[in-house]
């Protein structure tokens, strides 16, 4: 499967970078700066921006699936980067005719008790979560074919365990209250999905 993979040298990105080639996947990897994105077979780094839809067009049309792990951190305005980027992509797979998985944010979930995560958020994340919850609304009102992933409240680099739980819209969290994934992982569970879709138009997450 050849896929465009959006941040491709963020923390998430570049665990699903090398998730998706570990399974012999090919990886057209997007970045403002390629010279940061890792290489090796399989790789073929290019300089996008992501706020572009027309840079991203020529890449979509050649990928199976898009991938976007891009955050919305670039302007200190999270909505406003959180809005372009979902338009951009949006813009771009309508036109490839493409399937988009997008990292999400765990602050668009809701706790076990119903509150969303928004709710309980330091103030300076607000924004960033409130813009993610904007791309998402965006997504289920595109007509794509889509998936809309968001990680535990804390994701991490760490170990590729193999081992861990999926949900939908509610937090997971274990039987202490710790809502946590592993890059990593999340790369796992992320490439599963692109593999075999199971939660085409829908929000899901993960933690152990």
């Known amino acids: 499967m050849k896929l465009f993979l959006i941040g491709a040298s963020g923390m998430i990105g570049s665990r699903i970078l090398a998730e998706a080639v570990s399974r012999g996947h090919e990886v057209i990897a997007g970045g403002r700066s390629p010279a940061k994105i890792a290489t090796g077979a399989g790789i073929t780094p290019v300089a996008i921006d992501a706020t572009d839809a027309a840079s991203l067009a020529p ?42 998985v997008v990292v999400g944010g765990a602050g668009t979930l809701n706790l076990p008790d119903g ?15 409130t813009g993610m919850k904007a791309v998402r609304d965006m997504l289920a009102e595109s007509g794509l074919d889509w998936a809309f992933f968001a990680p535990a409240a804390m994701i991490q680099p760490g170990a590729r365990t193999g081992s861990f739980r999926l949900g939908g819209t509610v937090l997971v969290s274990d039987a202490d209250g710790n809502s946590a994934i592993s890059a990593e992982d999340y790369a796992v569970a992320l490439m599963d999905e692109v593999e075999t879709p199971k939660h085409t138009g829908q929000v899901f997450t993960i933690g152990y």
């Open 115 to 129: 509150t969303p995560v928004l709710n309980v958020l330091p103030p300076e994340i607000v924004p960033e979560a």
């Open 59 to 100: 890449f979509a049309a050649q990928a199976d699936v898009i991938l976007s792990a891009t955050s919305p951190r670039f302007s200190g305005d999270g909505i406003a980067d959180a809005t372009a980027l979902g338009k951009a992509l949006i813009a771009a797979a309508t036109v490839a005719g493409k399937r988009v």
